[in-house]
T-cell receptor, first 118, second 113 residues
């Protein structure tokens, strides 16, 4: 098991361009989460999936953001018409649906995808 | 709604000194509480967690935290700091096993030789 994998690790783009990030969770994990982390702040919840179903979205997720998990395995997060305020680290995390062996709601995080919008 | 307060953004200690990182939470139900550590260019790694039962929980790398319901606190401690402990530390809360995690702003720990 290689953990949670995120690609690309770093993306630099010009304002107005579209970007897409990919997350490959731990294979047996049904739940997948996206968080955003800006400099000096903790991770902020964006959305989560149970298998292929998107069950909750934060109001932070504007209509320029869309996330998918088409087959209940990997997930993509797309940002359309990027703005400088979108510059952040986008973190993906996963966990089993039953919370794991202890049912403790422990998330395993990937290393993140850093977005810089010029 | 659940929330976490981590006062201050930076703590500096000498190698071998006590580490104390403070965390206070707000939750409408009995909380699940977590401490995560983040090293540069890496993802968040779980240090320890409290769900139910014993209020003093031990984690990796010699860290421990105590859940104090009356104080709504979950402070992280380590008796003797090591240079390798320098990192950013995040406290998080969830309202049970199926709620999303809400994180504090984080505290950067520096360790002086």
């Amino acid at each position: 098991d290689t953990g949670v994998s995120q690609n690309p690790r770093h993306k630099i783009t010009k304002r107005g361009q579209n970007v897409t990030f990919r997350c490959d969770p731990i294979s047996e994990h049904n739940r997948l989460y996206w968080y955003r982390q800006t400099l000096g702040q903790g991770p902020e919840f964006l959305t989560y999936f149970q298998n292929e179903a998107q069950l909750e979205k934060s109001r932070l997720l504007s209509d320029r953001f869309s996330a998918e998990r088409p087959k209940g395995s990997f997930s993509t997060l797309e940002i359309q018409r990027t703005e400088q305020g979108d510059s952040a680290m986008y973190l993906c995390a996963s966990r089993p649906s039953n919370g794991g062996a202890s049912g403790a709601n422990v998330l395993t995080f990937g290393a993140g995808s850093r977005l810089t919008v010029l | 709604a659940q929330s976490v307060t981590q006062l201050g953004s930076h703590v500096s200690v000498s190698e071998g000194a006590l580490v104390l990182l403070r965390c206070n939470y707000s939750s409408s139900v009995p909380p699940y509480l977590f401490w995560y550590v983040q090293y540069p260019n890496q993802g968040l790694q779980l240090l320890l967690k409290y769900t139910t039962g014993a209020t003093l929980v031990k984690g990796i790398n010699g860290f421990e935290a105590e859940f104090k319901k009356s104080e709504t606190s979950f402070h992280l401690t380590k008796p003797s700091a090591h240079m390798s402990d320098a990192a950013e530390y995040f406290c998080a809360v969830s309202e049970g096993a199926n709620s999303k995690l809400t994180f504090g702003k984080g505290i950067t720990l520096s360790v002086r030789p």
